[in-house]
Structure formats: structure tokens, C-alpha cells
């Protein structure tokens, strides 16, 4: 009489199989769609606009040009002195030059606050692909610091030449420049500061070197007495941020040097450039 063989061990199911027949006809109730860089700029918009720091920055930078540009308007209008051949929009530089700061502040916040925090790396786990996030940053940025400064701008503008009456009253190619060709170059500016803090990653650090652009080639220019630095000293003048803005207003430091529109065009290169190694930095380092 044979013994009887005991029952073979059933394997376990495997959890990790291919879902039957049972599951082939569910369908998700969460819409796939496609993403684009149109949902990355929403994302940025969304979080641009809820930080406290974007209010604040923005506030004081216009709280800084149509103060200051009022303010000196209103003491040149005051004065007895000879305006009749001034051209009025050139007393806007003031206010712009100190507001320049705050949009350098906030392109550097843009960027290397999420590294500060930590949430970067819900940006990137949200979009993978992160040379789409900093398009869709910069992209927000400058739409934003190019509006605001517009509005700022032609407000002093039209206000100084409502102030000088005696003044001569300004082309439209003078007009053209100090309005939009100086929020051009505002927001190239802020922009600038944007990928030198993707670069950086350090919202202190990067904020530092902006400054440092913007203000030293000027102070180091001014305590250049020796006559052998006579040429290193007028490229430092020539080429200076602050020079640079005072093309817009036909208002430059030094007889030579770029003229007209030149200023637009090499802040614009400068930021392309910086722009493509923050590109290229993003993709090779980790987050």
C-alpha cells in the first residue's frame, strides 16, 4: 500500500504581476495631459505672486522711482534755475538707479530661494525637464520687472514734463528710450541677477556679486588717479551699469563709449550668455 504524497506548496501570488482581465477596462479618473512649458509658466506665476518677498521688492523699487523721481522734480521746478533747453526726462535716472536694486534682488530670489528652502526639489519632481523651469522663471521675471517698470517710468516721465514747463520738451525718440528701452534693460538686469542665483544657488552670495557689479566698476574708476590706469579707468566708467542707464537718458559719464541703443544690446548679450551656463550648470548638477 503506497503512501500518500502531501500537498504540494502553492506559490504566493506575485504583487508586482500585470493586472488581469479584471483591471483591462479601468479607466483613471484623473486627466492625462500632456505638459508644456505654458504649465510651467503658470506654476511660476502662482508662486511668484504668493511670496511676500515679490510684494515687498516691487513695492519698494516703485516706492523708490516715482519717489525720488517726484522728489527731484519738484526741487528742480522749484528752483530759479535756467531749465529752457533741459531735456525733463533725464531727472528719472535717480530714482531707477537705487530701484535697480531691488530687481536684482528679486531675480536673485526667484532662483535661489527654492534652494535655500528645499523646494526645489518638489519644482523638479513636478517637471523633470529642468531646463523648462528656468525658461518658464524667466519668462515670468522679465514679463513682470519690464509692466512694472514701464508704468513707473512713464508716470515720472510725464510728471517731469508737467513739472518744467520751461523745458524743452522731449522727442519721441527721447520718450521711446526712457520708457521702454530703459525697461528693457531693467528687466534684462533682474534677469541677469536671475541666473547668476540659479548659478550661485546662494540668495546672500548672489545678491552680493549683483550689487558688486552694479557698484563697483564705478567706485573703483573714481579712485583711479594715476595716469597710467587712464584707460582702464574710462572702459570702467564707459561700461559701468549706471552709465549705462544714463545713455537711455542721454546723460553719459564720458564723451566715448556706447551710444543710443548699444546699452540694450550688450546687457542683452551678457544675460544670454550667463543664461546658457545656468542651463547647462541645471543639467549637470543635482538638485
Not at 557698484?215 to 549705462?244: C, D, H, R, T, W
Amino acid at each position: 500500500m503506497s503512501t500518500p504524497q502531501p500537498p504540494m506548496p502553492q506559490a504566493a501570488p506575485d504583487r508586482w504581476a500585470a493586472p488581469g482581465p479584471a483591471y483591462a477596462g479601468y479607466t483613471s479618473p484623473i486627466p492625462v495631459v500632456r505638459t508644456n512649458l505654458m504649465h510651467a509658466v503658470a506654476s511660476e506665476w502662482t508662486k511668484i505672486r504668493s511670496v511676500r518677498s515679490t510684494l515687498w521688492t516691487l513695492g519698494v523699487f516703485v516706492l523708490l522711482v516715482v519717489g525720488i523721481g517726484l522728489l527731484v522734480g519738484a526741487v528742480v521746478a522749484g528752483t530759479e534755475a535756467d531749465v529752457a533747453g533741459s531735456d525733463p526726462l533725464q531727472l528719472g535716472f535717480f530714482g531707477l538707479l537705487l530701484g535697480s536694486m531691488c530687481l536684482m534682488t528679486l531675480g536673485v530670489l526667484t532662483t535661489a530661494s527654492e534652494y535655500g528652502t528645499g523646494l526645489i526639489r518638489t519644482t523638479m519632481t513636478a517637471c523633470p525637464s529642468r531646463g523648462r523651469v528656468l525658461a518658464a522663471k524667466g519668462l515670468v521675471f522679465f514679463l513682470i520687472s519690464f509692466v512694472v517698470t514701464l508704468v513707473s517710468v512713464t508716470l515720472v516721465a510725464f510728471a517731469h514734463v508737467a513739472m518744467l514747463d520751461g523745458a524743452e520738451g522731449p522727442t519721441g525718440q527721447d520718450w521711446l528710450k526712457a520708457t521702454v528701452g530703459v525697461s528693457l534693460y531693467m528687466a534684462l538686469l533682474g534677469l541677469l541677477s536671475l541666473a547668476v542665483g540659479s548659478i550661485i544657488r546662494h540668495s546672500a552670495g548672489a545678491i552680493t556679486v549683483m550689487i558688486g557689479l552694479l557698484l563697483a566698476p564705478l567706485v573703483i574708476a573714481m579712485f583711479m588717479f594715476s595716469e597710467s590706469l587712464n584707460k582702464v579707468q574710462g572702459f570702467l566708467l564707459e561700461y559701468s551699469i549706471p552709465n549705462q542707464l544714463s545713455i537711455f537718458y542721454a546723460n553719459s559719464l564720458s564723451d566715448s563709449g556706447p551710444s543710443g541703443w548699444e546699452p540694450l544690446w550688450i546687457i542683452l548679450g551678457i544675460t544670454a550668455a550667463v543664461y546658457g551656463a545656468a542651463f547647462a550648470l541645471l543639467e549637470r548638477r543635482d538638485v
